[in-house]
């Protein structure tokens, strides 16, 4: 039989010292950012969580030393010009689709605003 049953006092005492446990720690331990990295807004959070679902399959590194098929997205993209981002990621290019249809205004200018708070890479020394 895979499931124990409850078997007192014993079973008690685990659940009180595991809720003492993680009760010690804040609630965003887990999902803490980096060391001086931006401190997010809500929209810029949920840009995050767009650009994660949607974009990341192109535009972000799945491990490192693996290429990407799409440039990194970051704060210097397409100049930081809102309006051009914004054109760009709505209707797409040939090798891009475009997210018109997927992206509700308010989204696209999430994902925008979280572009902005992400720094361009250094240039790598050759």
Known sequence: ???REFSGEADVRSLFIAAIIFSAFP???ALAQ???APVLDETQTRGRE???QYCAICHLKPQ???ETYGPPLTQATLGGDAVALRDFIGHGTARMPGFQYAFKPDDLAAVIAYLKTVPAP???AH
Do not use: R, V
Request: a neutral charge; zero cysteines; glycine letters at 16%.
């Open 34 to 36: 980096p060391a001086g």
């Open 50 to 52: 767009l650009l994660n």
């Open 122 to 124: 250094a240039p790598q």
């Open 27 to 29: 609630a965003g331990f």
């Open 1 to 3: 039989m895979l499931a």
């Open 64 to 66: 490192l030393g693996a």
